[in-house]
């Protein structure tokens, strides 16, 4: 998985916690995104950027938060973790959103488990 | 609602012969297809993909074949190898513009579990 970095690749948390996933890419892609994986759902769009400074919500934002700082860092919050944020997140970059053109790289996923 | 469905959760099939996995849509925006693998404990890989202007696109032993007017793609492995059992992503893109530019989301479908038996 060609330069997109996940941490930590497992984590367990208690309900009500807070954490930041980590995921960092270098090679200059303005696009990065966050999926969960669960059984059954396929992989689901959390957040997305199209450059830093500019992020938007995907499929199921809630409960999560992103931010953009940099081209090269697209962190995702967990507020107040819930059981049903149990998941294997994965966070994906490219070198713009014109998928037609450019292909998805993801990172190798974060296990999370809220108990 | 599942915009993107793989309506088989597995396929199990013997080395050498072909390997059929199929996707559906229901969003008619949908304008570009793709397909990734994904192993265990890796992230998706990118496979191969198709514009919905095409019927078919090839890339050695794979070959997607696009009905647009059924909603559905196929992918098709032959022949197929031990080294390709993984878990089989069908993804479709709806582009929209923004700003002057174009781009795109990703839908997935649930994932199809392929096993290849020597």
């Known amino acids: 998985n060609a330069g997109v970095t996940q941490t930590p690749k497992f984590q367990v948390l208690k309900t009500g916690q807070s954490m930041t996933l980590q995921c960092a890419q270098d090679?200059?892609?303005?696009?990065m995104s966050w999926y969960r994986q669960d059984p059954g759902m396929g992989l689901r769009l959390i957040h997305y950027s199209v450059g830093a400074g500019i992020t938007d919500q995907g499929e199921v934002p809630n409960g999560y938060n992103v931010s953009r700082s940099t081209t090269e860092d697209f962190p995702l919050r967990l507020l107040s973790a819930a059981p049903s944020q149990t998941s294997v997140y994965f966070c994906?970059?490219?070198?713009?959103?014109?998928?037609?053109?450019?292909?998805?790289?993801f990172g190798e996923g974060s296990w999370l488990t809220v108990v | 609602d599942q915009q993107v469905k793989q309506n088989s959760p597995s396929l199990s099939v013997q080395e050498g012969r072909i390997s059929i996995l199929n996707c559906d849509y229901t969003n008619s925006m949908f304008d570009y297809f793709l397909w990734y693998k994904k192993y265990p404990a890796e992230g998706p890989t990118f496979l191969i993909s198709?514009?919905?202007?095409?019927d078919k696109n090839e890339d050695g032993r794979f070959t997607v074949f696009l009905n647009k007017s059924a909603k559905h793609l196929s992918l098709h492995i032959v022949p197929s190898q031990p080294g390709d059992s993984a878990v089989y992503f069908c993804a479709a893109s709806a582009s929209f513009n923004a700003g002057g530019t174009s781009y795109g989301k990703l839908t997935f479908g649930q994932g199809t579990i392929l096993t290849v038996h020597p």
């Open positions: 090679m200059n892609h303005e696009y």
């Open positions: 994906a970059s490219s070198y713009s959103a014109a998928f037609r053109r450019n292909t998805i790289y």
């Open positions: 198709i514009s919905s202007i095409k």
